[in-house]
């Protein structure tokens, strides 16, 4: 079966560190993983996505990084801002066509000004 | 910037009623989307759609659901006969094409009395 899942619920970081997010999946045929941000009251949204012939990938401020051999994703943000307090989930999706994003359980990020 | 809205943000109704969710994608997306995400858990799809037809969906989506695009603007989800269990955000999401990010809606609050 397919399961996406993130390692720690609540991470509570001091504004200007950098804030690390990690999320564990276990389905081999995903191919591209994608984390979101949600802010409360609001849907997800897109942050960066990487795929699996990739192992970084940047944004500005953000990184993405894949393990593929032990099935582990990270997202890294750069000098936290208040404006980064959200619950953060990881998603993937399938090769073959499938459209279909099956989403984590969500760690939330807690900035402490 | 261009971005999926929804309308109505909260719907209220009776168990066993009809309900209409209504979605406009951004408007050079082809492939669009909806997913549910019950209070405080983890958000989950439903259905996907393309070229006017469903190419996805999950064991959620049952025969109480449909989809449709009656025009070249908007995407509904229609709940034929609500139960309490569909009280949750629903939602709406869109992408220029396969495989490429999923941009979401702001929701809409679904709650059956």
């Known amino acids: 079966g397919e399961s996406v899942g993130l390692h720690l619920p609540t991470l509570s970081v001091q504004e200007g560190d950098n804030s690390i997010i990690n999320c564990a999946y276990s389905n081999s045929a995903s191919d591209y993983f994608i984390w979101y941000k949600q802010e409360s009251g609001k849907g997800p949204q897109f942050i960066i996505d990487i795929r699996s012939n990739m192992d970084k990938r940047q944004g500005q401020r953000v990184t993405v990084l894949l393990n593929k051999t032990v099935k582990h994703l990270s997202l890294q943000i750069a000098a936290t801002q208040p404006g980064d307090s959200a619950v953060y989930f990881c998603a993937e999706k399938e090769t073959g066509g499938y459209q279909k994003v099956t989403f984590g359980t969500g760690t939330k990020l807690q900035v402490i000004p | 910037e261009p971005e999926v809205t929804q309308t109505p943000s909260h719907q209220v109704t009776q168990m066993g009623q009809e309900v209409i969710l209504r979605c406009v994608p951004i408007s050079n997306h082809l492939y669009f989307y909806w997913y549910r995400q019950i209070l405080g858990q983890k958000v989950e799809f439903l259905v996907s759609?393309?070229?006017?037809?469903?190419?996805?969906k999950s064991e959620i989506f049952d025969d109480q659901f449909s989809v449709e695009r009656p025009d070249g603007s908007n995407f509904t989800l229609k709940i034929r006969s609500t139960k309490l269990e569909d009280s949750a955000m629903y939602f709406c999401?869109?992408?220029?094409?396969?495989?490429?990010?999923?941009?979401f809606g702001p929701g809409t609050r679904l709650t059956v009395t």
């Open positions: 759609f393309y070229n006017n037809e469903i190419s996805e």
């Open positions: 999401a869109s992408s220029v094409g396969q495989g490429r990010e999923q941009y």
